[in-house]
């Protein structure tokens, strides 16, 4: 199988954890719940601290603390509508893949998170990638049904990582 997530590792506890097959499972799960190829995307994940993703909130959302994981869609793909589905990106080249976006994540704070909520840092950091990922396909949950959309389509992507559901 061809390789979709490209990961950098900037803190070493993301290794421990195996975050680079966490990633590259958690991305194939969404494309192939969402019925898309599971081959001709790429998607960029840095795996940072707090400290680096607070700069990055900073900067690309005015919110200068740490958060537990940010995306940048290559371009906006939302629904025009409430619940409406996404713009379906097409599959670039086997050497020449359609780029979905950029994701961080940090690691203290979804530790923090997985500790609150009682949940395997696993399962978390999973819930937090296919999230990611849906938000790079252009999924949101700003307005109520496009949230319920989201959701939905995250609890069926962890379920095929046997993942539990977050929101129950």
């Given at each position: 199988?061809?390789?979709?997530?490209?990961?950098?590792?900037e803190?070493?506890?993301?290794?421990?954890?195996?975050?680079?097959?966490?990633?590259?499972?958690?991305?194939?799960?969404?494309?192939?719940?969402?019925?898309?190829?599971?081959?001709?995307?790429?998607?960029s994940?840095?795996?940072c601290?707090?400290?680096?993703i607070?700069?990055?909130?900073a900067?690309?959302?005015?919110?200068?603390?740490?958060?537990n994981?940010?995306?940048?869609?290559?371009?906006?793909?939302?629904?025009?509508?409430?619940?409406?589905?996404?713009?379906r990106?097409?599959?670039g080249?086997?050497?020449l893949?359609?780029?979905?976006?950029?994701?961080?994540?940090?690691?203290?704070?979804?530790?923090?998170?997985?500790?609150?909520?009682?949940?395997?840092?696993?399962?978390?950091?999973a819930?937090?990638?296919?999230?990611?990922v849906?938000?790079?396909?252009?999924?949101?949950?700003?307005r109520?049904?496009d949230?319920?959309?989201?959701?939905?389509?995250?609890v069926?992507?962890?379920?095929?990582?046997?993942?539990?559901?977050?929101?129950?």
């Amino acid at each position: 199988m061809v390789q979709l997530v490209e990961t950098l590792i900037e803190d070493a506890r993301w290794r421990a954890l195996g975050l680079e097959d966490l990633a590259e499972k958690a991305a194939w799960a969404v494309l192939s719940e969402l019925g898309l190829p599971l081959e001709g995307f790429e998607i960029s994940i840095l795996a940072c601290n707090d400290g680096r993703i607070a700069v990055l909130n900073a900067d690309f959302r005015g919110k200068p603390q740490p958060t537990n994981v940010l995306s940048w869609p290559s371009m906006e793909r939302g629904a025009k509508t409430d619940g409406g589905a996404p713009e379906r990106p097409q599959p670039g080249l086997p050497d020449l893949p359609e780029d979905l976006g950029d994701i961080a994540i940090a690691w203290e704070t979804c530790e923090r998170e997985a500790d609150a909520q009682g949940k395997p840092m696993k399962d978390h950091v999973a819930h937090l990638l296919v999230h990611g990922v849906l938000h790079l396909l252009g999924y949101d949950h700003i307005r109520g049904l496009d949230a319920a959309l989201m959701e939905a389509s995250e609890v069926r992507a962890l379920a095929r990582l046997a993942v539990p559901d977050p929101y129950a």
